[in-house]
């Protein structure tokens, strides 16, 4: 093969980003993902092993899917479980985590009429406190330019919430949604940012597959926002379209 000088010029060039993808691709970056044996979270497993990431899959309980999608699994862990999330710790305890992606989360749906103060507790504990124990847990795992991710809901929102009802699950994402914004002040100084995400309306059992966006593509979507995250917009509550959601 005869390459003119500008020929020659634009494959080098395109060898040398295809070595710079494959080196970025290669770096074996360490992944933890909550609730990783269905819907978003199996998603951004699959969606990062392919990267080549190496993938700790967390869950209470896994499947052969899950198997086939991460490095590991660690299993028996109900993030609302003080002693199970231990049991995480200890797991990730010769690691050093460069993505945290708190996505596992519950749902149930309560209303004026039709009240559960034992499911609304149980959400919160799930949600919120879940999510905020594991990262206080993966603390010294964490290392500068490390990233934290919470998964969060615009039914979090005060100032978007014009439906009402679904108490438990709007009381546990507002309350994620500010914890997940002490975190992102209280971690910068570290150099370790914070996402706070909503994923979209998703077709997951969550909703009983009632959604408009799959959860691949909630996946694809949020981690753009992943890569784009950083100090300078840590603690920002993003839409995974790329909108900036009110508090």
């Not at 198997?67 to 479980?81: F, Q, Y």
Request: aromatic share 8%; hydrophobic share 40%; charged share 15%.
């Amino acid at each position: 093969m005869v390459l003119s000088d500008t020929g020659e010029s634009s494959f080098q060039n395109k060898f040398f980003y295809s070595q710079i993808q494959i080196f970025i691709f290669d770096m074996s970056l360490n992944i933890v993902i909550t609730g990783a044996n269905r819907g978003i979270g199996l998603s951004f497993c699959k969606y990062y092993y392919n990267l080549n990431f190496n993938v700790f899959g967390v869950c209470r309980q896994s499947s052969n899917e899950l198997d086939n999608s991460a490095s590991k699994v660690i299993e028996n862990v109900d993030i609302s479980n003080p002693e199970q999330c231990k049991h995480l710790f200890n797991k990730l305890s010769d690691i050093k985590i460069d993505i945290l992606i708190n996505n596992a989360g519950i749902l149930t749906n309560e209303s004026l009429t039709n009240m559960n103060y034992e499911s609304i507790l149980k959400q919160f504990n799930v949600n919120t406190l879940g999510a905020l124990r594991v990262t206080e847990g993966c603390l010294n795992y964490l290392h500068q330019n490390s990233k934290v991710v919470v998964i969060t809901s615009r039914m979090g929102s005060i100032a978007d919430n014009e439906g009402g009802g679904m108490y438990g699950y709007r009381i546990s994402k507002a309350a994620l949604n500010a914890a997940a914004k002490s975190l992102a002040n209280d971690l910068k100084p570290k150099g370790i940012s914070v996402g706070i995400f909503h994923p979209g309306l998703v077709s997951t059992d969550m909703i009983g597959g009632n959604g408009d966006i799959s959860p691949d593509e909630a996946a694809k979507r949020l981690a753009k926002l992943i890569e784009n995250l950083n100090i300078s917009n840590t603690g920002t509550f993003w839409h995974s379209n790329g909108e900036i959601l009110p508090w």
